[in-house]
């Protein structure tokens, strides 16, 4: 009797090689669409964090008149303000800083230092509470920022205490 000569796989270990890769894929492609997302919301929470972080440096800039400032206020955030009547931060009658949302335009995003701004940001408002400057942003659904192929519009806030002299 003559032996076989096996130089393959046969149907069965095939089927079982296939069904051992797509356990893998079902189990794996969930783990790193999250990641994705939480990256693209990581994003989203650092663009306004920055946003914060430049309106706070130039509102403290603009409104301490001690000697010891020696940087100038961004021209870009007096433009920002002086945009149009509803974009200041006002004060009540006692001296306190009244809530006042202003919105943000995609020149103003891009002058504190957020790159594309007009294709990933749908709305920026930033607003003064008390002793912090706090901003929302929303991605456009087909920026970069988007979360879950674009079926969201992923929403972030930064704040940013303005420190008192």
């Known amino acids: 009797m003559k032996k076989l000569n096996r130089k393959g796989f046969t149907l069965i270990e095939l089927l079982a090689v296939i069904v051992i890769l797509a356990i893998v894929m079902v189990v794996t492609i969930p ?3 999250n990641a994705m997302n939480s990256a693209r919301s990581g994003q989203l929470k650092n663009a306004a964090d ?5 309106l706070t440096k130039n509102y403290e800039l603009s409104t301490y008149s001690g000697a010891l400032s020696t940087d100038p206020v961004d021209q870009n955030y007096n433009e920002f303000l002086n ?7 006002t004060k ?11 919105t943000m ?14 294709s990933n940001i749908d709305t920026a408002l930033a607003k003064l509470v008390g002793n912090k400057i706090c901003v929302t942003l929303t991605a456009k659904s087909t920026g970069s920022f988007n979360v879950n192929g674009g079926t969201n519009k992923a929403t972030s806030a930064g704040c940013t205490e303005v420190s008192s002299r």
């Open 83 to 89: 945009n149009t009547t509803d974009k200041a931060w």
């Open 92 to 102: 009540d009658d006692n001296g306190t800083i009244k809530y006042n949302v202003l």
């Open 31 to 33: 783990s790193v669409i």
């Open 50 to 54: 920055t946003v914060a972080d430049w």
């Open 105 to 118: 335009r995609s020149e103003d995003l891009v002058n504190a230092g957020i790159t594309d701004a007009s």
